[in-house]
Each structure stands twice: as C-alpha cells, then as structure tokens.
C-alpha cells in the first residue's frame, strides 16, 4: 500500500512542476505553457483517482 501513496505523492510533484514550468513560459513561448497546464490538471485528476481507489480498496480489505 505504501506505493500507492508514493505514486500519490509524485503526481502533486509533476502537477507543482508544470504549473512552475506554465508560469515561466507564458511570456515566451504560451503555446508550450498551455501543454504544461494540460499536464497539470491531468496529474491533479490521476491524484485525486488513485486516492479514490487506495482509499475504496482499504475499506474493503478485513
């Protein structure tokens, strides 16, 4: 179970380095900071998914 929580956990990480690359990038090149925005809401999503199911699975383990 602790893999589940590490994956989690790495998910917020590529979501906070995408949002810092979108901010670093919306001046110079927007087309690529829309990607990295696009990145970021996708690892928020597959956050919040794999938590949903760690937690289900954990309520229906004895």
Known sequence: ???YRIS???YIV???ISIKEAYVLWEI???KAYLFLGFA????FMYFF???YRKK???RKP
């Open 1 to 3: 179970m602790k893999n």
């Open 8 to 10: 989690e956990i790495l």
């Open 57 to 59: 699975f954990n309520r």
């Open 14 to 16: 590529i979501a906070l």
């Open 41 to 44: 809401v996708l690892a928020v």
């Open 29 to 31: 090149r927007p087309n």
């Open 50 to 52: 794999r938590s949903y």
